[in-house]
């Protein structure tokens, strides 16, 4: 019976010493995640003013600019693109990136701000799927417009009839867009160079 209760007391001395350990690794303060929470565009914008790098995970891994993307946060991922430094392609869990998240989730707000800021649509996650390849899923016709003007490439897709079609549609109305085009056009990139 002693060497049990022993045994309890080592097991619940280390379980209780393991936030410490957790703590003192250097991690992104939690706050940062609880403005993203409450989308704090402020308390953000003083947490990079203080010098807070917003590509540390979190104490669970987690990624501030996944976490904005998503909750769809637009404010706060405006402010977390600005910060110094900031991998605007750093994948979180299963290797989303931000911009695959924009993609499935139909925001063309963001998947816009995330392309002009240098966001590669080439970057595939653990299930080798790319931002692309979640805006076909997903039918996001603005998005798949964006992404293929960026320069995905739809030959993925040409051996899926229906998909085929669509892009081939697409690509019909893009006929002679570029990416300056696209920066200048479609997402606020300056005004348009004639």
Known sequence: MMKKSISFILICSLLMSMPQQLMAQEIVPENIFTYIQRGD?????????EGVDVNQPGAFGEIALITAA????????????????????????????????????????????????????????????????????SNFKEGIKKLLIAGADYNAYSNVPIVREAIMEQLRKLEHATFQDFQMREIGGGRRRR
């Open 41 to 49: 565009g402020a308390g953000i914008r003083r947490l990079i003013d």
């Open 70 to 137: 998503e909750r769809g946060n637009h404010v706060v991922m405006r402010e977390l693109l600005t910060a110094p430094g900031i991998d605007v392609n750093q994948p979180g869990w299963m290797g989303m990136t931000a911009l695959m998240l924009a993609a499935s989730g139909k925001d063309i707000a963001m998947l816009k701000e995330l392309l002009l800021v240098g966001a590669d649509w080439r970057l595939q996650n653990m299930a080798g799927k790319t931002a692309f390849d979640f805006a076909i899923d």
